[in-house]
């Protein structure tokens, strides 16, 4: 079954370590984006990217970095972790050819809790 | 700027009552709008958009231009709609905006 998976799914760290939350699909979409969720805030978008050689900021993008290895993988980057970055991330795709009527297909989740 | 707003961040219920949820948005031009839902150690997952104009597990959504709404309704409510729910909207960027989620809880 086509897929969107993250790893790890929990990790907990100390504050000032680097952090990289990875994301893979196998949906053949051409578009990933990083999202955290935290209570009472609902979704907020941190980056996204329409293509392999596109990545475009969030609405919450500082401390954060993307990379797009290839059109199935997004990683996230923590360069120096600070504890109110803790949150679950979650990660999406979607398909711009419309196929899906733009609906965005979401991750597992990923627990991050910085100490 | 756009913006999607959920009133209730809990809305509990009975089991066979009617259910409503609120969604509120602003934004300047055409939009499209959403509803996901998160079950219980569940990742999201769509639960209907207003381009379709689908009944969804019994759920539908109108979209309301002239009170920019887009709240979701349920006749009778079962104890499997419990769960947290997102109204989300996307904009000319092609990105979504989602609201701040209500939590449905619906009682025996």
């Known amino acids: 079954d086509a897929d969107v998976t993250q790893t790890p799914r929990n990790r907990i760290t100390k504050t000032g370590k680097r952090i990289m939350l990875e994301c893979s699909q196998t949906k053949g979409h051409d578009r990933m984006y990083w999202y955290r969720q935290d209570p009472g805030l609902g979704l907020r978008l941190i980056y996204y990217?329409?293509?392999?050689?596109?990545?475009n900021k969030g609405e919450i993008s500082d401390g954060y970095s993307v990379s797009r290895q290839a059109q199935a993988k997004f990683s996230l980057s923590l360069e120096s972790a600070i504890p109110n970055q803790t949150a679950l991330y979650f990660c999406a795709t979607s398909d711009s050819s419309g196929g899906t009527h733009n609906e965005q297909f979401f991750g597992p989740g990923t627990r991050l809790t910085v100490l | 700027a756009q913006r999607v707003t959920q009133p209730e961040k809990l809305l509990s219920v009975f089991k066979g009552a009617p259910v409503e949820l609120k969604c509120n948005y602003s934004?300047?031009?055409?939009?499209?709008l959403f509803w996901y839902v998160q079950y219980s150690r569940q990742r999201l997952q769509l639960l209907l958009r207003?381009?379709s104009r689908e009944s969804i597990k019994g759920f539908t959504a109108d979209l309301n231009k002239g009170e920019t709404s887009f709240h979701l309704k349920k006749p009778f409510a079962q104890e499997e709609d419990s769960a947290m729910y997102y109204c989300a909207l996307r904009n000319y960027g092609q990105n979504f905006v989602f609201g701040p989620g209500t939590r449905l809880s619906v009682l025996p």
């Open positions: 934004y300047s031009g055409s939009p499209e």
């Open positions: 207003h381009i």
């Open positions: 990217s329409f293509d392999v050689k596109d990545i």
